[in-house]
Nanobody, 117 residues
């Protein structure tokens, strides 16, 4: 599956952004989806996941501020980010996996989120 992420930008601390990731193909509903991020000089970290049944998980650092959701009719997964902090600044990537609990095999190109203080 091919993934196209969008929605990044520059926002002040405390603001909000919504990221979108649209997938090609007709089997989107059978994939688990995830959002990851990579800050400058750091490793890529998992931010949030939503599986094919709609069950979600979040990194502790974003719980209560970020919400992941999916619209299978639109082949799209979203990441609503509220109460943004400067430490949320990173390139955000969406990813998919066909096998539950397996590796994320397909990745989008990344979208940059910059949170200014």
């Amino acid at each position: 599956v091919q993934l196209q992420a969008s929605g990044g930008g520059v926002v002040q601390a405390g603001g909000s952004l919504r990221l979108s990731c649209t997938a090609s193909g007709r089997t989107f509903s059978s994939y688990d989806m995830g959002w990851f991020r990579q800050a400058p000089g750091k490793l890529r970290d998992l931010v949030a996941t939503i599986n094919r049944r709609g069950t979600t998980t979040y990194a502790d650092s974003v719980k209560g501020r970020f919400t992941i959701s999916r619209d299978n009719a639109k082949n799209t997964v979203y990441l609503q980010m509220n109460s943004l902090k400067p430490e949320d600044t990173a390139v955000y990537y969406c990813a998919s996996r066909a096998v539950p609990f397996g590796p994320y095999n397909d990745w989008g190109q990344g979208t940059l989120v910059t949170v200014s203080s």
